[in-house]
Nanobody, 124 residues
Framework: QLQLVESGGGLVQSGGSLRLSCAAS????????IGWFRQAPGKPREGISCISDDSGLVKYSNSVKGRFTVSRDNAKNTAYLQMNSLKPEDTAVYYC?????????????????WGKGTLVTVSS
């Protein structure tokens, strides 16, 4: 069964950068579209990015477009979220998730597999 583990979160000052990683337990990550989500305290979960299995399709929410970049390395069974120009409002627990269908991620439907999340805190 595919398991996902996020890493790379931490405390960063406003304007700084972080790169999150999403490592898969199996070499089949390349079959899945990957989505990045976040949930701030007291707020609903927000989908912020999707990338298709072959990296041919990507999508960003308006809240992160132009600042965040999603990528993946299927040979390493890992997906990434490069976050630049971070703002205090980016503070949240960030999750990666997988679905066999890119359309599931892009439409905001529930993903099939989820990681446990990594905390990103942006100080002002």
């Amino acid at each position: 069964q595919l398991q996902l583990v996020e890493s790379g979160g931490g405390l960063v000052q406003s304007g700084g950068s972080l790169r999150l990683s999403c490592a898969a337990s199996r070499s089949t990550l390349g079959l899945y579209a990957i989505g990045w989500f976040r949930q701030a305290p007291g707020k609903p979960r927000e989908g912020i990015s999707c990338i298709s299995d072959d990296s041919g399709l990507v999508k960003y929410s308006n809240s992160v477009k132009g600042r965040f970049t999603v990528s993946r390395d299927n040979a390493k069974n890992t997906a990434y979220l490069q976050m630049n120009s971070l703002k205090p409002e980016d503070t949240a627990v960030y999750y990666c998730a997988a679905s066999l269908l890119y359309s599931v991620c892009a439409s905001g439907s529930d993903m099939e597999k989820w990681g446990k999340g990594t905390l990103v805190t942006v100080s002002s």
